[in-house]
């Protein structure tokens, strides 16, 4: 396909944001954005980096109605030689397809969508902010514009990527957080969109999320919506418990979403040696492996936090709290690792880092 690049005017270019400590999260945009159309008689069609700025689109446009919606959330780093460097972007490209498979939307092409991106960062560079914990986040997404309120799958669909500088995630530190457990509200069901990275998982979360929030905690373990047994994932990450003689993270069985730290996570502790393992774990094993001493690591896996360690879990009215309440020496360890790779850093044995510029 062609890629037509059109690029911003010098006089229009945003400003910058120039004090890289207040960054934050999804709150800048770059000068440019990479988007492309689909129609079904045409394909993949226009597309185009070209200057940031409003969409167009019509108000009966299905995705505003039936939520035929995905998305992906993946980074840029800059690292210490100046470097610009990707991590297994391509797995992101690959499971953008998958999702839209789910949600009966057009499958991009890989190599191309992951050659623009490149494109797209390299041309926004200037963007990326430098010191350390600080990226470009980038957000590819998806979504059904045919103007038509009947309820089927669309048949024309727009696909763009925007990035943006973020901040580092732990402003003040890697600290552990507290999580709610919920036993009222779940995410997805068997059967659902659990396994696909779609808008509409995170309308369901927002009301739990926000329970959990105004009782103090920072995210919500999500258990099946079956039993109210096993744990599924945190918020917005994939889960790990890392008892004395087991690492063990939910299996991929349709409800939970593939992260792509959770399969780093998998490949690394094996690869140390350890005993990592992919199965249904109940929230009473949990409370008494807390309980016990069996249980010594909690914490979440994803791009966004890479590790976040958990120092305290709420069930049923009751508090548990996690190891010391201190960072584990397993999350501390995997955050060196990983971060280590993502900014070009520590040897990559699994060509997972891409140096782009
Ligand atoms: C994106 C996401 C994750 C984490 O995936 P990564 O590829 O590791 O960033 C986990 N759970 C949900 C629900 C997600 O949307």
Redesign the pocket.
Known sequence: MQLEIIKINDKAKKPKPTDESTLGFGKYFSDHFFDMKYTADKGWHDARIEPYRQLIIDPAALVFHYAQEIFE?LKAYRGKDNGVYLFRAKD?FKRLNRSAQRLCMPEVDVDFVHDTLKKLILLDQDWLPKSRGTSIYIRPTMIATEASIGVRVSSEYLFYIIVGPAGNYYPEGFSPVKIFVSDKYTRAARGGLGEA?TGA?YAASLYPAKIAKDKGFSQVLWLDAHDMKNVE?VG???IFFRFKDELVTSPLDGT??A????DSILRLTRDWGMNTVERKLGIDEIIDGLKTGRLIEVFG????AVISPVGELFYKETSYKVGNGKVGELSQKLYDEILGMQYGEKKDPYEWVERIG
């Open positions: 959330g992101n990275k998982n994932e917005t990450m994939n939970i979403l992260g792509i730290t959770r896996a994803g791009t966004a």
